[in-house]
Nanobody
Framework: QVQLVESGGGLVQPGGSLRLSCTAS????????MGWYRQAPGKQRELVARIFSIGSTNYADSVKGRFTISRDNGKNTVYLQMNSLKPEDTAVYYC????????????????WGQGTQVTVSS
């Protein structure tokens, strides 16, 4: 079984910064990618940022230039540094990971964290 444990959410004023962390644990032989999604009240869950095993990244247009995703492969941990936060960044942020549980596994398995609340308000 694989678990994703998130930390780092909280309340911050507009223009402030927060750093989210997510660690994947369990019977993982390799991680294809890890990323962050967010869901605001009344809205669909959306991709914020994702980082692949080779180091390439994807970002939502709304966070480009403000958020940075990084990864510690040895610890199966992904970070999201969020700067210049805006009220519209308020949401529950979910960690997502696509992993292989065995070298013989066809395809991969996807897991989600429990979510961490980020609130940007004065």
């Amino acid at each position: 079984q694989v678990q994703l444990v998130e930390s780092g959410g909280g309340l911050v004023q507009p223009g402030g910064s927060l750093r989210l962390s997510c660690t994947a644990s369990g019977s993982i032989v390799s991680v294809n990618f890890m990323g962050w999604y967010r869901q605001a009240p009344g809205k669909q869950r959306e991709l914020v940022a994702r980082i692949f095993s080779i180091g390439s990244t994807n970002y939502a247009d709304s966070v480009k230039g403000r958020f940075t995703i990084s990864r510690d492969n040895g610890k199966n941990t992904v970070y999201l540094q969020m700067n210049s936060l805006k009220p519209e960044d308020t949401a529950v942020y979910y960690c997502n990971a696509d992993v292989k549980l065995s070298w013989y596994q066809r395809g991969s398995s996807e897991y989600w964290g429990q979510g961490t609340q980020v609130t940007v308000s004065s």
